[in-house]
């Protein structure tokens, strides 16, 4: 079977080689495409995880992946709800642990996850005229960090296809872009702080 294949010629490296390095993406401005700062699921293997995974597996999750946010999905391979870093970080698994009276390390990803009848999704063919900026101000209108984008064109079911996410719109814009009401998450923030 393998001695169809011939294998390739080589040479030995001389002198001073350098090494390729990936072209650095465009600058984006909020007037880009929005499709610019899309985490398109269509070409990236989307972060998932299983709702009955504790809080913690999924925390180490995220980090070893560098990503904030965790698609968690049923056994049938549909979408359950989403955790992101703010859920596991703020002051939400505090809450729980006063509320049920359970150790840190028994909460589950279900308890921390914002439900799919809780989930937004924004369809893909207004992204596909959108700009970044129309992107950021849904973000601050719905009050969030992330968005889905939902493909209802696929044939038989809809299927989220990208994520946006604030911290990656920031990272791309080379800037921190102000909320202009206060994220949740700063809020929370605050509150714990002065709990304390």
Known sequence: MMNEYKSLP????????????????????????ASEVMTDLRKLHAAVIAPNITM???????????????????DDNSLAGIITATDILGEKPMRFIQERGIKHSE???QDMMTPLEKLEAIPLEEVTHARVGNIVASLRESDRLHALVIDENTIGLSRI?????????????GTVIPPNNVAKSFAEIESTLIAS
């Open 10 to 33: 080589v040479q030995y490296l001389t002198g001073t080689v350098q090494i390729s390095k990936p072209a650095s993406p465009n600058p984006v401005t909020l007037d880009s495409p």
């Open 56 to 74: 913690e597996v999924a925390n180490n999750y995220m980090m070893h992946r560098g990503v904030r946010t965790l698609l968690v999905m049923n």
């Open 161 to 173: 296809c990208g994520i946006f996410s604030w911290t990656q719109i920031e990272k791309q814009l």
């Open 107 to 109: 909460i589950l990803v």
